[in-house]
T-cell receptor
């Protein structure tokens, strides 16, 4: 079983839609949860960073962590064509320098 | 404030040659991480370094791969006697330490012919 599972998609939505991206994980020691956006042939760009359970909002993006279910989500409101990218979840146990475990990424296309 | 820099962006090698990938972390960052990304796969951790020290190399293949982060200069990921299976995108990330945030470079795409 992989440490982190993420549906690769592809996911295609109309402009303005609400997008929901999800990851599940198996390691209950994970405490830090990140979402990265990666455009084609570019490096991953940090979008959201959450510690432990709860919600975090930043503009059109909301990250949710449910540690009891080992499930994290990223919601994108009012999606834009510029949001078209691959979204990667990542998580770590917490001590500085602990390696990150990444999902395989979900490919998202927002259609104008 | 320049971001993480990697060079070359593209590297072509023939089987058996050596590949050297360089990473300059963000200013003020003393922690460097190397990842490999294969098509349809997620980023796979390879090695974590601080200046002059390898902290965690649990993701590094035991043979042909090595990494360093000298006191001066960029971090280097070295692959000796490359094989076709080494073809991938290699990403470097840096962090200032004391934080879980990692900032990624644009990657080096290695193609082994």
């Amino acid at each position: 079983q992989k440490e982190v599972e993420q549906d690769p998609g592809p996911l295609s939505v109309p402009e303005g839609a609400i997008v929901s991206l999800n990851c599940t994980y198996s390691n209950s020691a994970f405490q830090y949860f990140m979402w990265y956006r990666q455009y084609s042939r570019k490096g991953p760009e940090l979008l959201m960073y959450t510690y432990s359970s709860g919600n975090k909002e930043d503009g059109r993006f909301t990250a949710q962590v449910d540690k009891s279910s080992k499930y994290i989500s990223l919601f994108i409101r009012d999606s834009q064509p510029s949001d078209s990218a691959t979204y990667l979840c990542a998580m770590s146990e917490g001590s500085t320098g602990n390696q990150f475990y990444f999902g395989t990424g979900t490919s998202l296309t927002v259609i104008p | 404030n320049a971001g993480v820099m990697q060079n070359p962006r593209h590297l072509v090698r023939r089987r058996g040659q050596e590949a050297r990938l360089r990473c300059s972390p963000m200013k003020g960052h003393s922690h460097v991480y190397w990842y490999r990304q294969l098509p349809e796969e997620g980023l796979k951790f390879m090695v974590y370094l601080q200046k002059e020290n390898i902290i965690d190399e649990s993701g590094m293949p035991k043979e042909r791969f090595s990494a360093e982060f000298p006191k001066e200069g960029p971090s280097i990921l070295r692959i000796q006697q490359v094989v076709r299976g080494d073809s991938a995108a290699y990403f470097c990330a840096s962090s200032p330490g004391g934080t879980q945030t990692q900032y990624f470079g644009p990657g080096t795409r290695l193609l082994v012919l």
